[in-house]
């Protein structure tokens, strides 16, 4: 498509219907647009209805406030993630359709679209610490469209709670697994399933943790294979990842 | 089918085909069969062809022989990762039929099943160094029945050699990112495409690379989303994870 | 006993007494319970009134309070850690009978049984500062129904404090270390006695402590043998390993 | 020319010009002075209007007040950085001149000298929350008397914005990459550019971020040459850097 | 019992069986017997047959020699840890009757006592290349006299082979757990039994194992309680208190 | 004189002016007496007017007051470090003799001995942020009678105001060098002299400073020989150990 | 320039001197020629004989080999980096004009132009250990065209040494610092001269230097403006710097 | 003294005696001279004997024969730490009267002065391991002319050996405790004398002992006030700083 577009320019100067210095203008802007970057992100946003997703740590209530405006006048959909209620309050102000999920602390303007297909992805956690991660995969990956189950509460420590659920372990299409601590859980899934592990540390624990740093080289090094790890209380980026998995070979 | 045998089984005993001490002994061995683990991998090992993967780091040369040994007498595929050229000879002595993928460090035993559909994964590697890891997954994902396209030696110091890519990295299903240093070729591409991306770092560099720790921080905090990190220089997890992946939606 | 049962169900189904069908739903629930997670769980709970756990860090109020809720129905003894004092005056709310041991964080709900065996376990920290941590080992040994003894600030900047006190020492079954800044407190008891010591290194000091990372790696790489590291912190996990050493060959 | 000061000394010694024990004391002050630092200190202030600086962190409002009010009874110029709204508060009492850049966090007393020369320092941050660093940056290269221009918000996440603006990462005679996270913009520049990039690290992002480090290491293991880091959330030593690079070679 | 001696002293001052000067030498050396440590050392060593133990690493071939031979002449045995064939041969030199166990890398010198009791400590190892570190550690058990029973290659990538072995987990006194990688092995056994887990991390692995290190936060964390950590590939220190762990309450 | 001590014991038992048990009873406390633990440091305090130490950081306000008031009663001195002005009126209320020493945050009770010798302590510290640290030290010195010299915010970044104090350095008996940030003070002034260098790295700095780290391994790595290194912020251990080398030669 | 190939070629399709094919084609190749890669990195070389660079570590013999015959067949220039006697031989079988800079490490083939301009880049090394380092920034610096003056063995443990050579330091335009250990040398001079200074931390130490870290860190927090550090052991990259921050305001 | 110095050049100047250039130049070496590093230097060494320090490590055989042949053609004394065998060979081909003290790898040209007063440095080491780090103190001190008295293999795992050896420990001037693993002997010691300890934590040990790391940290967080600590390792700087502290007023 883009060569035709550049085809018919180069038809356009050869016939004089545009002037070379027209041509020129044009073609300065083409390196990128060839790329594809810009407008095939626009083009995704519109297409899928999927947000921009505003991190809004270490931004302050001015301009996150600021950027929802300009985001939410183009597009039907705002996602903000790691925003406390502070933020919420802040956002509401300038539109009040937002919708605070506050235990994923995840700000959501605009209609969702509906669910695509049918397969599901389990979102499995350790502890009730780990909860505001999960809740943030989950919030996220619903957003793109996508059947979220939930398994929390299914740490280690007691293993059985994880296998009075195998069922719904062998019938996620993808599991994402949150935990803190020693991480542990995303080996024994990943062990027992065929089926990709989006495993997710979180800083939950304390001192020999190192706010997370344990369960992410313990995920890192699962000798299971089929694991992928995201950044330290990342649930947003496990959302979304699971999200893009579970809808391949999905018509959408 | 579990559920069936078991069916069965019952049956059994009601109709004193089989006594009640041989049924007690038979549903001994049942929990983990229900939980489903050896037997899907045996199952999955015949139906899909997929190798019986051995880790030959740290292992005697011995051992790894005596594993290869077991393992070709129950399995048509046999693989082994991390092998070098002794590891090779001392597995050619117990199996003439081993291929050594010197490269890649892998050591295949038997034929391959063909291709399972048709999209493809695509290996990105920064550096020359980094070939070993970028093949390690190469034929990984090759001996699990995925199409796999190779672009080497496209790191971030020269981004056109990418971009003259874009076709591929546009084409592919999914992405594997391999690079060592600073590991920033992961984003790059992460913010280009809309697939999944597994990055690999490698422990290539040197200073302040820390063997690879840069470029694993890197990955991990990524801030453009749908990246998977495996384990640094795992070059087989990588083919593996995007492998499962690849598969996924595909009629096997 | 489970066997039992299993042959009771297979006569019952030979017998006709129950239906295939109903055999098959019992058995469904099996694994985990053959693998005596949760029924030795509960069986342990009752039989030795040792109270469920809850870590209270990282869970807000609310879910800490349900929580109480819940296990102080089912359970005649509760206990939750690492609480603070806002903690007590939520579960306090739900259950009067809380007791709040203020030093170790400690909230402890029901009567404790008595103790168990005459043999005891000795505590013995390096400094004040080091007071809730080994306050929580010692009431969580206690609630476990050990014999526990107490030896506070005998660091080794005055080691005779600690030889004013070696009758104690030689007589303890086990013993609890519990330092902080260098931790070398564990190493010259385990250089004097012929029992386990369980070495806790606490986050108390400053500079190059790196928050308990000094006197962890201290403890870990402690030259006389009989040592057991656990956590930093975590006074819980040494009470409690302890308890149970402690318990070894006692009759309960 | 501190050559010929001592050679004149040494003529009015002879001369009797001064006597000894003057010259003695003249001479008592060389060192120094034949080093160059005071002196040279002195005299770049007075020639260049360049600002002493002060660091206001771990300092108190009392001691800032102090050193400012020295500061500006001999300079016509004073600068502070890392300075909140309390210092300047403090500061404004001593000096009612005292200007604040809040989002820099700096402040400047007296007026600044016009841009040396024409050629630019453009500074380039990878997100909104790497703002406060890039002002420090900007403001500090302002005060140096450097034509500065701002590119924010460009992150490797969405390159094409990046690219849209590449005649002025082209026209740049320096670059300042101020990026979070994985830090990986100073590779994507430093491989487009042949100018010098000053690289510096921000503490935004959170997890494996560990405060600034995974950018630390990206940039420094940066596979593209040119590249010149700095200290974590150091904007004003890359200011500072910058401006003395893009002076070079310029008449001032 | 060194009360009574010292009290025999004392009545022989008073006869004057023995003068003051004799008694004040001997009393010179009291201080260490009143303390107990090198007479109790020797007692031990005597009474339980337990050999002393020297640690091969950094030591040259002639001090090994000399150690050993010193050491044989006083003790009926003698362990060294940390040996290669080199050592033993060094060893086997000056001391004919040295055995070489070679996968644990231990010496021994002399008969061994027999077992202890019947209570017996079984060792659980994640993959073949743990084998050196858990054998040091069984070795070391049995040479204390020990009842040890051996459970290799069970890692949590196939938990079924562990469950598969559930009842020798549910007989075993006390469990030794060796594992590299993510070492998450000792967390699902710590949640599985009731009895105490020395958790051995090993440096198995590659990447961000950092040598092990991974594997230790792991055990250090996990959530499960009971858990003992010892230092990364020391098999020695988990079977030594493994060893007094288990007779505990035996009758010696 | 602890010879001479039992000796006399040894002969009262003899002359029968002491019974057995009496003499068991004083020799029970001997072992340490012996070692001079307990004794010597109460008359090492008596004689040189030394105060006890109490390090308030992790202590609470109740411990703290109970600790001052005991020692104030049993000691001429008390010295209490790392006291905030909250500490400061806790001691107040149960010693209103106590003195504040705010920037160094150490409070005094009682009068300090004179200065021992004429030799003098120099404290060199980088900046004005290191100013409590080098008063923790300062004080800790005199309070122990040396004679402290101050020579404050002569860092690096302008070493002719080291220089100009270059007789102070050579003057100097000792020399305690306090710098943050990448604490190259000590190295300089290190070459310079031949006397001790007692080096204290403080946690002043930001970004890869890692709160002290990064001076702490500056300090430790000085290639220049001489140097003995402190904890990070460790004022008072620097002043102590500068304080008793001072003395060393010295009549006391 | 580009502008005005790009132009001509639009004139060439408005006369048809080339049809739209051609042009098409010719186009095909245009963004990155646009975005200034390839072409300008080409017609860099080529004007300024500055040679393509082969990062030789972690490449195979053969690798190197090929790419060697490859660039040389291409350029004027070639240049290879940390190259040991092995890669030398390997490079020299290819092409017979490979000059080997042995203690550089570095493999130059073909002329370099004469210095570019009359202002000198100095390299300043700590310690004699530094030099491999320091040669290889030297032989990049000279092989760019810069005037390079070597100042070496001048460590802060004799300041004099330095000093002795101050008029070299203030001649400079850039000076190149290279020192391990603890790399204090970067902030000496920085604090003395208003050049830019491009620190080189090496990993020359042992114990507590870790690698280089400490250099690395003490560069990184030097108090004195106007440092760029680069990555450990990094002479290229600080000879690559400093040359093209040597050359800007030069006619070329 | 440097005062009449010039003092006298002046009056030279103002008489005639010398002209002024001459003067000039003499000035021009004044700076170093007045801050008197080279000078004091070069008399330190004729007039204490006391050798010129080559670390080895790092060099190649050819500069470190090149180093002492210099050395030793202009000092009486030439002292070379960290050398194996082979250095000593090539060392020997230079300078034939060269004594290598092979377990303290330090190699001695020339005739040690003798001792230097009566008081001794006592050199305390935890294991056979640490000898050579040990030995490197002991030569080092006793090449500057103290008496050293040696106590070895006294590690906290039997501190009776040491409790033995207690009058040597309140004997010693200064003690030098050498200790690898957990490095608690250093903590002990100074726990027991009054004088300074000078720590040296070594590499000695495995795992989490991280090459030293573990011992550096408990020696630095030493809660015995007194301890000096140096880099890991450096048995040289410790020998150093406790043979300038021995010999503090020591008549020289």
């Given at each position: 498509?883009?060569?035709?577009?550049?085809?018919?320019l180069?038809?356009?100067?050869?016939t004089?219907?545009?002037?070379?210095?027209?041509?020129?203008?044009?073609?300065?802007?083409?390196?990128?647009?060839?790329?594809?970057?810009?407008?095939?992100?626009?083009?995704?946003?519109?297409?899928?209805?999927?947000?921009?997703?505003i991190?809004?740590?270490?931004?302050?209530?001015?301009?996150?406030?600021?950027?929802?405006?300009?985001?939410?006048?183009?597009?039907?959909?705002?996602?903000?993630?790691?925003?406390?209620?502070?933020?919420?309050?802040?956002?509401?102000?300038?539109?009040?359709?937002?919708?605070?999920?506050?235990?994923?602390?995840?700000?959501?303007?605009?209609?969702?679209?509906?669910?695509?297909?049918?397969?599901?992805?389990?979102?499995?956690?350790?502890?009730?610490?780990?909860?505001?991660?999960?809740?943030?995969?989950?919030v996220?990956?619903e957003?793109?469209?996508?059947?979220?189950?939930?398994?929390?509460?299914?740490?280690?420590?007691?293993?059985?709670?994880?296998?009075?659920?195998?069922?719904?372990?062998?019938?996620?299409?993808?599991?994402?697994?949150i935990?803190?601590?020693?991480?542990?859980?995303?080996?024994?899934?990943?062990?027992?399933?065929?089926?990709?592990?989006?495993?997710?540390?979180?800083?939950?624990?304390?001192?020999?943790?190192?706010?997370?740093?344990?369960a992410?080289?313990?995920?890192?090094?699962?000798?299971?294979?089929?694991?992928?790890?995201?950044?330290?209380?990342?649930?947003?980026?496990?959302?979304?990842?699971?999200?893009?998995?579970?809808?391949?070979?999905?018509?959408?």
């Open positions: 498509m883009d060569r035709e577009k550049i085809k018919k180069l038809e356009d100067v050869k004089g219907k545009i002037d070379i210095d027209e041509a020129l203008r044009t073609l300065r802007a083409f390196p990128y647009a060839d790329l594809g970057f810009a407008k095939i992100d626009t083009h995704r946003d519109l297409r899928k209805g999927f947000p921009e997703v991190f809004c740590k270490g931004k302050t209530l001015e301009q996150i406030a600021k950027i929802v405006e300009k985001c939410s006048s183009q597009n039907a959909f705002v996602m903000a993630t790691k925003a406390d209620r502070e933020v919420y309050e802040a956002i509401k102000k300038v539109n009040k359709d937002a919708v605070y999920h506050e235990t994923a602390g995840i700000i959501l303007i605009g209609q969702r679209s509906g669910a695509i297909g049918k397969k599901s992805i389990l979102i499995v956690s350790a502890g009730t610490a780990d909860l505001p991660i999960a809740e943030e995969a989950a996220t990956a957003a793109m469209g996508n059947v979220v189950k939930r398994l929390y509460d299914v740490g280690v420590a007691g293993l059985h709670r994880l296998f009075d659920s195998k069922e719904e372990l062998f019938n996620a299409n993808i599991i994402i697994v935990a803190g601590m020693e991480g542990a859980l995303a080996s024994v899934i990943a062990g027992l399933v065929d089926k990709p592990v989006v495993a997710v540390p979180t800083s939950v624990g304390y001192g020999a943790s190192f706010d997370g740093l344990a992410l080289l313990t995920m890192l090094n699962c000798c299971a294979p089929g694991v992928a790890v995201v950044n330290i209380d990342n649930g947003f980026g496990a959302g979304y990842l699971a999200g893009i998995i579970n809808q391949m070979g999905e018509e959408k």
